[in-house]
């Protein structure tokens, strides 16, 4: 009797693989396809054909997938990889939604060439630009294939209205009240905004994605620059309109300055060349649009030329400082108005002093609401939540404890706060303190960086509690973080580190690895930026 050899079923594409079930099913099919299978096992394929499995091999590991790790750090990390790989690499990592993707999926889009803007990513700036610049020519210089790479499994474009940004509703501005007292060294506003007509709705831990526009004293200024008429019609409006509305007006775009290489010459032209490569010995991050000009007086750009060069205005997110069972109809933001100097100009946030100051009561905001990624209570009301949220980190958590008190929910909360000083930084102490009479606030730990003699942060605070800290851990908490990612979110990690170390009697190596499965298991979570 003959034997039947039944066939086998291959699996190129590791269950680790960035791709869901569908995608790895079809490309396994796909690469079966390639194949034939004999009793000898499998045939050589073609050198065209090795070469496409080799550039999609990965075991789907991300080490690189830290918000608090530097550019170059990622791409050291992801050397080696897959080119989709590493141009998920050159993003911020911060799964934002601020590109209207998370990290993954913009880097899937980007090489597979169903999107084409290099400038998505916000948080990145313009050395991710560049970066991805660099890897995208990368792409198009390599044979192709012949293969068509999965589709990434969401589309911007294809989003209900309200839920990216490539598709806002209007929202109505409502009122802003300022959290600090007069003696504070900081601004920060507390923003309302109307909902009720806006068919949009959101969950707590969710962010608020904001489309500003941009101060037009600066506009106007620019438009000196250039020798314009802001009448000058652009894409169907004023240039004024266009350059308020539609242009990212900080930082300088190096479009501009091949542009202004154009309109130039010698030495002049030299100097723009070298800013658009990145290669100027000056510091060029500093430069915006109007510092780029003045770089540059008497260059005279058409008017189409000069908003063609620039960056479309990108929205900013907030973290959503309301629950909407607390507040229905209604969203709070909790905004640091940022305003700095460089040399002797005042520089503005776009979005920031668009809400502290520019914007009036009662008028229209194109808004979007941007899905949290895991960033929510846990599904049992009865867990214990540790919340660390300094500064405008507060607003999250701000809205899980009305959540938690508005759905009766029994489990301990502990929130870690700080920020300058105590007797005028104390973002909503009324309120909180109002909580922790009632028991919704189970603790409520503060650290002022600037009352004593040595600055002391949330961090100091977690560790001054550690034993109780791992006691709530060993008991389930879950920990969440919000606020900035270089710094503060490293610190409170190597504080939670030292404190399984100290009081769960374990080596360094095993606290970090306990503090790794906390993350893999949900019970760690941060929103930094």
């Known amino acids: 009797m003959t034997k039947i050899t039944q066939p086998q079923r291959l699996d190129l594409i590791p269950p680790s693989a960035p791709f869901s079930e569908e995608q790895r099913a079809w490309l396994n099919g796909f690469f079966a396809g390639l194949m034939s299978m004999d009793d000898a096992g499998v045939v050589a394929l073609s050198p065209a054909e090795n070469a496409a499995i080799a550039g999609e091999a990965d075991d789907g590991a991300a080490p690189w997938h830290d918000p608090t790790l530097q550019l170059q750090e990622r791409m050291t990390l992801a050397q080696g990889r897959p080119l989709r790989r590493r141009i998920m690499a050159a993003m911020a990592q911060q799964d934002c939604g601020q590109c209207g993707y998370d990290c993954q999926n913009y880097a899937e889009a980007l090489f597979a060439g169903k999107e084409e803007r290099l400038n998505l990513c916000a948080p990145g700036g313009k050395d991710t630009a ?6 995208t020519q990368e ?3 390599t044979p192709s294939t012949g293969i068509e790479p999965p589709a990434p499994p969401c589309s911007p474009s294809t ?3 309200g839920r990216s940004r490539d598709n806002p509703v209007e929202a109505i501005f409502l009122s802003r009240r300022r959290l600090n007292k007069p003696a504070s060294e900081k601004e920060t506003w507390h923003i309302e905004l109307d909902l009720s007509k806006s068919g949009i709705d959101y969950s ?9 526009q941009n101060d037009l004293g600066l506009v106007d200024q620019i438009i000196a620059m250039i020798g314009a008429s802001p009448l000058a019609p652009v894409r169907g409006k004023s240039l004024r309109e266009a350059l308020r509305d539609d242009c990212a007006l900080s930082p300088a775009p190096d479009r501009l300055f091949e542009l202004i290489s154009f309109l130039t010459g010698g030495e002049t032209r030299a100097k723009a060349r070298a800013l658009a490569q ?3 010995s000056d510091n060029d991050a500093d430069l915006d649009v109007l510092a780029a000009l003045m770089k540059f007086p008497g260059v005279r750009p058409h008017a189409e030329a000069f908003v063609e060069a620039l960056e479309p205005l990108q929205p900013r997110l907030y973290s959503i400082s309301s629950s909407p069972k607390a507040a229905p109809g209604r969203v709070s933001l909790t905004v640091d108005a940022v305003r700095y100097k460089i040399g002797k100009r005042l520089r503005k946030g ?11 009561s009662e008028a229209p905001v194109k808004v979007y609401v941007q ?3 895991g960033f929510s209570l846990p599904n049992d009301p009865n867990a214990p939540v540790v919340m660390i949220g300094p500064g405008t980190g507060v607003a999250p958590f701000r809205a899980f404890l009305q959540e938690r008190q508005a759905i009766g929910a029994r489990g301990r909360n502990w929130l870690f706060f700080g920020h300058q000083r105590s007797d005028c930084d104390f973002f909503y102490s009324d309120e909180l303190n109002a909580m922790k009479s009632s028991g919704v606030l189970t603790r409520l730990s503060l650290a002022w960086s600037r009352d004593g003699s040595e600055k002391f942060y949330v961090q100091d605070r977690m560790r001054e509690v550690g034993r109780d800290l791992f006691a709530w851990l ?5 920990i969440y973080v919000c606020g900035d990612a270089k710094r503060m979110a490293k610190d409170v990690e190597r504080a939670l580190v030292d404190i399984v170390a100290q009081y769960g009697a374990r080596a360094t190596d095993e606290a970090v690895a306990f503090v790794a499965e906390l993350k893999k298991s949900g019970r760690y979570r941060q929103d930094v930026y």
Do not use: C, N, Q
Request: aromatic share 4%; charged share 25%; glycine share 10%.
């Open 350 to 360: 776009v979005a920031s002093t668009f809400l502290a100051e520019r914007i009036e």
């Open 474 to 478: 060993a008991e389930g908490a879950h």
């Open 278 to 280: 990145g290669e100027d």
């Open 159 to 161: 989003s209900a209205p």
């Open 139 to 141: 792409r198009d210089a």
């Open 371 to 373: 899905a949290s990624h």
């Open 130 to 135: 560049r970066m991805l610049k660099t890897l």
């Open 204 to 212: 707590v831990g969710d962010s608020l994605g904001v489309f500003a």
